[in-house]
Nanobody, 123 residues
Framework: HVQLVESGGGLVQAGGSLSLSCAAS????????IGWFRQAPGKEREFVAA????????YYGDSVRGRFIISRENVKKTVYLQMNSLTPEDTAVYYC????????????????WGQGTQVTVSS
């Protein structure tokens, strides 16, 4: 079992960058693939990116591919989401979660959700 806590959210201007962190507690962190989702007001939660237990084979949602980069440091029990070329459409609460079925983009294949961190992109 793993517990996840997101941080790094904030306010940024369009075109800017922001880096989010997902810190884990529990001895089994390095066994888990980890993913990021986001949810904007009035919208469904959307898959953003995921990375496997070793830090390889990341995959991305269509709306962020080419702009966002997911990475991890198992020694620090942390997964990162580097967000570049941000637009107001990226405004959302960002969540990380353990990925129980690698390759999936479905919420039901993720668990141990963090509490989320707010990202706001101003135009």
């Amino acid at each position: 079992h793993v517990q996840l806590v997101e941080s790094g959210g904030g306010l940024v201007q369009a075109g800017g960058s922001l880096s989010l962190s997902c810190a884990a507690s529990g001895r089994t962190f390095s066994s888990y693939a980890i993913g990021w989702f986001r949810q904007a007001p009035g919208k469904e939660r959307e898959f953003v990116a995921a990375i496997n237990w070793s830090g390889g084979n990341p995959y991305y949602g269509d709306s962020v591919r080419g702009r966002f980069i997911i990475s991890r440091e198992n020694v620090k029990k942390t997964v990162y989401l580097q967000m570049n070329s941000l637009t107001p459409e990226d405004t959302a609460v960002y969540y990380c979660a353990a990925n129980y079925r690698y390759g999936s983009r479905r919420q039901s294949d993720f668990g141990s959700w963090g509490q989320g961190t707010q990202v706001t992109v101003s135009s």
